[in-house]
């Protein structure tokens, strides 16, 4: 046995007692070890989502215990190879996995024949909770969903690419992740091939490093669907980008659909090269606005039934999930955080989760929630709002589309944060402050004779304090 092997031996061994006899069966025992190189331990596992159980629960450990043992491991790698024995099913413990039902599980279990379906492909792992059932409709995104749906529909391609934007946290993964899964459930032939733009990097790199790009060139020509997540990662790296923009325009030709997401709109992103800009936006082109008070709401309920199903014991009091809906960001993964918090708190101390208990076990969330506003924030409303861009808004230009809107973004930044006249001019592509003074006056002079205006103002300083 060599050395490695050996160590990762003395791994399991920990495991075991570190997770226990039925986790470890269930999960660790399948894995076949391959091969610990470049800072990449790799396995084979029955099926990928034993694969993607164990990358988000016990990668960390796995790579810390091997480099206990000498071995540099940052990450993790897992193979199918559906030959391996799965799990003693009858031992298993843990929930089975939720992904789009059991049919995807089934589907994977059962083993494609080689080259048929994904299982080639380097598919960064799915989180089996991002599903389309999971996932709770509102106003804010239900463009992003209705797309999504139709995407994952199939027929013919209508809109491509499908590029998704949003800020951080408001579900531009789960949609993909949601896509993934109903492919694989509704047509499990196709070819389905989801990585983050920092993946696609690294297979690209490591591609010219072995001299494999004809591989790299081939694996990608042959998907059937493409989504690539937080493309803006790619921004600056230019022969990344380059063969990106090649990938992307060979599986365009061939009418493969792509599925992108980004934290900006194409045009935003700065350090994107422009013909990729533009071939960006062809398709449909969707954005995720920030939740709204009803969305957070509807969010909430659904999490915290799925909690109170796995917490027999707790119970929610009146008004905590209003409140929370209220005063926690627009930020899905921090009202999900907020959440957990709570019932951990209330699982350890026995009692009922009230709003007594989310002042005492929040008070961080909280008190972050009640941050001020600030300028940039009201110049990218603004910009959205009238459907322009945020550099009009610091731009030179003075039509009355323009000027009126950037206006009224001074008006809201002298409202509404505590910036001196000085300061926000020089937000405003420096401006003189007078230019803001007289942008205030402005304002406040039409909001009393034009209801458009009033609105607008209206509409947008709730969104700004929600
Ligand atoms: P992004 O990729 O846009 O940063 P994610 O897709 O990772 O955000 O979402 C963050 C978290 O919030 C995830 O756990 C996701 O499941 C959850 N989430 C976001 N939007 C929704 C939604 N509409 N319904 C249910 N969960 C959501
Ligand atoms: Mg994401």
């Not at 007692?17 to 800072?39: H, K, M, V, Y």
């Not at 492909?121 to 106003?139: A, C, I, M, Q």
Request: aromatic share 8%; charged share 25%.
């Amino acid at each position: 046995m060599d050395v490695v092997t050996d160590c990762w031996t003395q791994i399991r061994e920990r495991l075991q007692s570190e997770i226990g006899r039925d986790n470890f069966r269930t999960w660790i025992e399948p894995l076949s070890f391959i091969s610990c190189a470049q800072g990449v331990g790799r396995f084979a596992t029955p099926t990928s989502f034993n694969g993607t159980w164990v990358e988000r629960h016990y990668a960390d450990r796995i790579s810390s215990l091997f480099r206990e043992g000498g071995f540099q491991v940052s990450r993790l790698e897992f193979v199918v190879d559906s030959s391996l024995p799965p799990a003693e099913t009858s031992e298993r413990t843990a929930p089975v996995p939720p992904p789009a039902k059991t049919a995807a599980a089934a589907s994977e279990s059962v083993g494609l024949p080689g080259g048929l379906g994904d299982v080639d492909l380097p598919t960064s792992p799915l989180d089996g909770r991002f599903t389309f059932d999971n996932f709770v409709v509102g106003k804010p995104n239900e463009l992003a969903h209705a797309a999504a749906r139709r995407v994952s529909e199939g027929g013919a391609v209508t809109f491509n690419p499908l590029f998704l934007y949003g800020g951080v946290g408001l579900g531009k993964t789960h949609l993909m992740h949601a896509i993934a899964w109903e492919v694989r459930l509704t047509r499990p032939e196709a070819r389905v091939l989801y990585l983050s733009a920092e993946q696609f990097m690294y297979r690209f790199v490591s591609a010219l490093r072995f001299k494999d790009m004809h591989g790299f060139k081939e694996m990608f020509r042959s998907v059937d669907m493409l989504m690539v997540d937080d493309v803006q990662f790619i921004a600056g790296k230019d022969s990344t980008q380059d063969e990106f923009f090649h990938t992307f325009n060979a599986l365009i030709d061939q009418q493969k659909q792509i599925v992108i997401s980004a934290d900006r709109a194409p045009g935003e992103i700065d350090g994107l090269e422009d013909r990729i800009k533009s071939r960006l936006q062809w398709g449909l082109v969707v954005d995720l606005h920030p939740t709204d008070y009803e969305l957070r709401l509807g969010i909430l309920q659904a999490k915290a039934e799925a909690q109170l199903e796995q917490n027999p014991g707790i119970t929610i009091g009146p008004g905590v999930i209003e409140f929370l809906a209220h005063r926690i960001s627009s930020n899905v993964r921090v009202l999900e955080g907020a959440l957990t918090r709570l019932f951990a708190f209330a699982s350890l101390v026995g009692r009922e989760i009230n709003l007594d208990m989310v002042q005492e076990c929040l008070a961080d969330l909280l008190r972050h929630s009640e941050r001020k506003v600030t300028v940039d924030e009201i110049i990218r409303k603004v910009a959205d709002h009238y459907n322009l861009r945020m550099s009009d808004l610091l731009s030179a230009r003075r039509a009355r589309n323009v000027a009126r809107p950037r206006q009224v973004a001074m008006y809201l930044s002298k409202t509404l944060t505590s910036r001196s006249l000085p300061e926000i001019g020089r937000k405003f592509g420096g401006r003189d402050h007078t230019t803001v003074i007289h942008a205030v006056k402005k304002i406040e002079e039409l909001k009393a004779t034009d209801s458009q205006i009033a609105e607008d103002v209206e509409i947008l300083r709730r969104m700004l304090e929600a």
